[in-house]
């Protein structure tokens, strides 16, 4: 079984964890008409696989908590919804990794990222001077905090945040403010290479 775990967050905050070890064949066999549609807009056949693990992550998740009407849309912003449902959710994939979340009724963001020497490269375009100062060089401290804003941003899900003036995360980790909004912080590593990260 793919789907290695679901866990739960909070009461109401439902995240599921699928390892994509399968090969985009296998996954298209699981995958409906109007799923493998969706899929065929993608041309990277990599891209393609982690879509579909990420698809069928949340139809897993979806079908556990007997949430029907799943049809996605998308707001003018790209953020995806379920146009029939009251339920919220947010998905996320690398090649290793698909990861979704979902709530009754309260958005939320989630992010999966492997630790890669990138972050430390990018760090003074993402990060405040006191997030800077907290991780130093540490790159698994800033890979953390990237995750965390992506998840934020999604969690808002408005085109063009700035992700070092907008999105700011408490000394201890625990909240992050979109726009002086503050919000809780949930987060795993999964492996040695990878951190989840759902923001509610």
């Avoid at 909070?10 to 994509?20: E, L, T």
């Avoid at 379920?82 to 990794?97: G, L, M, R, V």
């Amino acid at each position: 079984m793919p789907l290695i775990k679901i866990i739960n967050l909070d009461k109401n905050i439902f995240v599921g964890i699928w390892a994509i070890t399968e090969d985009l064949h296998a996954l298209a066999q699981q995958a409906n008409a109007t799923l493998l549609n969706e899929t065929e807009k993608i041309s990277h056949p990599l891209k393609k696989r982690e879509f579909l693990a990420s698809r069928l992550a949340l139809e897993t998740i979806c079908k556990s908590l007997d949430i029907s009407d799943t049809n996605i849309r998308k707001t003018k912003d790209g953020k995806p919804y379920f146009p029939q449902s009251k339920w919220q959710f947010s998905i996320s994939h690398t090649e290793k990794y698909a990861i979704c979340a979902v709530h009754p009724e309260k958005p939320l963001g989630v992010d999966v990222e492997k630790i890669r020497q990138k972050f430390n490269v990018i760090s003074k375009k993402f990060l405040t001077a006191s997030e800077l100062s907290l991780c130093k060089t540490d790159i698994e401290k800033i890979a953390l905090r990237w995750c965390i804003k992506e998840a934020a941003y999604k969690w808002n899900g408005e085109k063009g945040l700035n992700f070092k003036e907008e999105i700011v995360i408490s000394a201890d980790m625990k909240q992050v403010s979109v726009k002086g909004v503050a919000n809780n912080i949930y987060y795993e590593k999964i492996d040695p290479e990878h951190f989840w990260v759902v923001v509610q």
